[in-house]
């Protein structure tokens, strides 16, 4: 898992024309494969659409017997922790520690939202009609 990965939720929409190859990650969230955050970015705002930077945070903690086992679980309480509000988030940094017996890794992960529209209000507007 590269820095600067982006996931995708299964519901998030993306432009007709976007060849990009995902693979399922977690429950509820898919992986895109072979392109980081910058050109992804690029090949959203060439369709016309919008890939929003958000500041909202999420670090979290995964421990597993393995390094890749512990990086897995970290990210997967990250992406567990994003708002339902936003359809994507993008894997910033990444810190593994080992202790004997097991590692630790700390991910941060920042919420990323796709849309048509500019306004991060249009997706707070659909977001509540969702829920209603």
């Known amino acids: 898992m590269k820095l600067h990965s982006i996931f995708l939720r299964d519901t998030c929409i993306l432009p007709n024309d976007l060849d990009v190859l995902i ?3 977690r429950a ?3 992986h895109v494969q072979r392109i980081e955050s910058c050109g992804f970015d690029a090949t959203i705002r060439y369709a016309h659409w919008h890939f929003m930077w958000v500041q909202e945070s999420y670090s979290r903690r995964g421990v597993g017997s393995t390094e890749e086992t512990a990086i897995y679980k970290a990210l997967a309480s990250a992406l567990l922790s994003v708002s339902i509000r936003f359809n994507a988030a993008e894997f910033d940094s990444l810190h593994v520690s080992r202790v004997p017996g097991f590692y630790i890794a700390n991910v941060t ?13 249009m997706a707070a507007e ?5 829920t209603r």
Not at 109 to 121: C, P
Not at 126 to 130: A, F, G, K, R
């Open 28 to 30: 509820g969230w898919t």
């Open 126 to 130: 659909s977001y509540l009609q969702s």
């Open 23 to 25: 693979e399922p990650f």
């Open 109 to 121: 992960m920042y919420a990323r939202h796709i849309q048509e529209d500019a306004s991060l209000e």
